[in-house]
């Protein structure tokens, strides 16, 4: 049906279907339209029966009209009087049968079906607006009664002009919802298709139902699976909502979704579809399949309920990953509003003619289970004969063949034969009676999956060789449609393989000597030293290519004249020496005080540098520069109480005295007593040798000065240059007693 060629209902008429009366079999019923005049919009008008007219003699005040809606637009709460005389039992004998429908009853729209308002917005196209042409489309984003306005919006611009105060009767109140206008309002039919019932279907599609009736339907599909192609895995029946189909995880199989008689639907004819949307079974079923490094499998949903049952089929190319599947349904399942019309079977000779007899309420008009109405009161059903025409041969199309390549564009074949059906059966006939008939095609193109790609990885790598011909190479693999390196048997059927190997050309391999630059310094502060560069052996072609990472790798020293060789070194001079002098201080010694204020010694010697020579020297020749301190104060540690001792007496036995004393001198007890000198020793009254012993060492190089200078007196350098001074201290005269 075309609702762009409808007319428009004016206010105060309704369009209402009878019920049916008789039916050829297995063939569509047949129907008769009757006008009812509707109070609500016609105040004080009595509410009239009025038989059926044609539409060349329309009743006075009376149109008819149709509204393309999956809806029937039927009044509620008529009278008695009238309910009796519009929904009274159809007897059998009566001649209904010479009459014609002059209506159909309303069906679904078609899904390629325009949008009536963007239909209704496009007819200003043609007409100026302020003095400019526009190409207008439906503006939805509006609320309360301007909903049932035709809002429209110039395509690209960002204004909207309200057109006309009413949209055409019928047309959607919004995208997507039920609610219908009707005389500039916005109305809601219920699921039982009244208006104003307010009915809506439960969980399970049952049109006012409680959800009490709804069942869960779950399971999972775990077997391996058949063999390589289409198998059937699942059928969802008529009635089912809230459909899920998903497998587990990522895999090279594929779901389909097959209708009624086969039709298919999602990836039929070994074609793969790409997600989206897809209506089948009355409803739409959403198709995604997901990105491979998301880690999950291709689903299926639908909100339903499904009007017819739909067949789903898996495309095996591997182990099945395992699906799950759950869909809620009426148990039992419930009288869906619009049956499916059953497919019409060709005429043939000779045939019957079969009444046939519905229950119905006498209150909504609905269809009712036959066991409501009195069985004894139900007419005989007798079939009568009839004789129709002969039935015309018509193409038959056998079953596509398996797509030719398994990725990629193929082609599928089938066999066409011409058929005609004949009282006792149908039987093929010669191709030339069906010559008059457009010939189905006998091929079509088709694909299961998309074939792998070459990709390059990587760019060219260097030339394997510095001089000459040699080879550079680069990474080529066989990508999936998923992006996963795949057998490069699955790119044989596409372009050729980008080459991984080529040839190349470094120039010829001749060698000479190649030297750097001279080092910025000489390795001489004064006087004579060396400055250095470096020197190799190069083929021409690694002379041009060569980088810091390849300096010093040559082609061998053999490989150029040996006695045209550059000079690697060479003789500098930054300028003459001359003699300098210069103070030399030691390191500091320890602080005498082990606690409290104390002094600090070092040595202080003149020396003289010539070039690069150091030497003692007296220290006359550096009293021309500042000399550096030879003691320092210096502060041990924090003085605590302690142990104080006198010297030891003489004798055999020798004593002392011990004391503990704080910092200021004074007598204490709170010295540790494990620390406590002892008062008494024995001792040996012979004399000590002054030799030294093997662990008397010099520590310095400079004792011999120390020695010259007289400098043993001192502590620090008897410690320091223990040996040197004991030799000293032998050849001195004993003290005088």
Known sequence: MDCSKLGTLPPGCFLSWSLAKKRKVDTESWFYSQYIQDPRFDEGGPLQL???????????????????????????????????????????????????????????????????????????????????LYQWEPFTEVQGFQRCELNCRPRGFRFYVRHTEKVQDGTLCQPGALDICVAGRCLSPGCDGILGSGRRPDGCGVCGGDDSTCRLISGNLTDRGGPLGYQKILRIPAGASRLQVAQFRPSSNYLAVRGPGGRSIINGNWAVDPPGSY?????????????????????????????????????????????FYQYVISSPPPNLETPTPEPRVPQLQPGVWRPVYLCVSRESGEELDERSCAVGTRPPGSPEPCHGPPCPPTWEAGDWTSCSRSC?????????????????????????????????????PCQLRLCGHWEVRSAWSQCAVRCGRGQRSRQVRCVGSNGDEVSERECATGPPRPPSREACDMGPCTTAWFHSDWSAKCSAECGTGIQRRSVVCLGSGEAAGAGPEGAGAGAGEQSCAPG????????????????????????????????GPGTQRRDIICVSKLGAEFNVTSPSNCSHLPRPPALQPCQGQD???????????????????????????????????????????????????QRPDDQCKDSSPHCPLVVQARLCVYPYYTATCCRSCAHVLERAPPEPA
Not at 295 to 318: C, H, K
Not at 647 to 657: C, H, I
Request: hydrophobic share 25%; glycine share 8%; charged share 20%.
């Open 279 to 323: 209506a089948a079974g009355g409803t739409v079923f959403q198709y995604n399949r997901p990105p491979r490094e998301e880690g999950a499998g291709e689903s299926l949903s639908a909100e339903g309920p499904t009007t017819q049952p739909v067949d789903v089929y898996m495309i095996f190319q591997e182990e099945n990953p395992g699906v």
């Open 564 to 595: 045209s060789r550059p000079p690697d070194m060479r003789a500098c001079s930054p300028g003459p020496c001359e003699m300098t002098w210069c103070w030399y201080a030691g390191p500091w010694a320890e602080c005498s005080a082990d606690c």
């Open 408 to 444: 990629g564009p193929g082609t599928q074949h089938r066999q066409l034969r011409c058929r005609q059906e004949f009282g006792a059966g149908g039987s093929s006939v010669p191709l030339e009676r069906c010559g008059h008939l457009p010939r189905p095609n006998i091929t079509q």
């Open 50 to 132: 009025v038989p059926p007219t044609k539409p060349s003699q329309p009743t006075k005040h009376l149109h008819t009209y149709h509204v393309c809606l999956t809806v029937d637009l039927r009044v509620k709460n008529w009278g008695a009087e009238n309910e009796r005389l519009a929904l009274r039992p159809l007897r059998p004998r009566v001649p209904f049968p010479t009459l014609t429908p002059l209506y159909p009853p309303p069906q679904p729209c078609p899904p390629e079906q325009p949008d009536p308002r963007a239909l209704q917005c496009s007819a200003f196209d043609s007409q100026e607006f302020m003095g400019q």
């Open 639 to 689: 003085c605590q109480d302690r142990w104080f001792s006198t010297p030891w007496s003489p004798g055999g036995v020798q004593t002392r005295e011990v004391q503990c004393l704080t910092a200021n001198q004074t007598l204490s007890v709170r010295c540790p007593l494990h620390l406590r000198p002892s008062r008494k020793r024995p001792c040996n009254s012979q004399p000590c040798s």
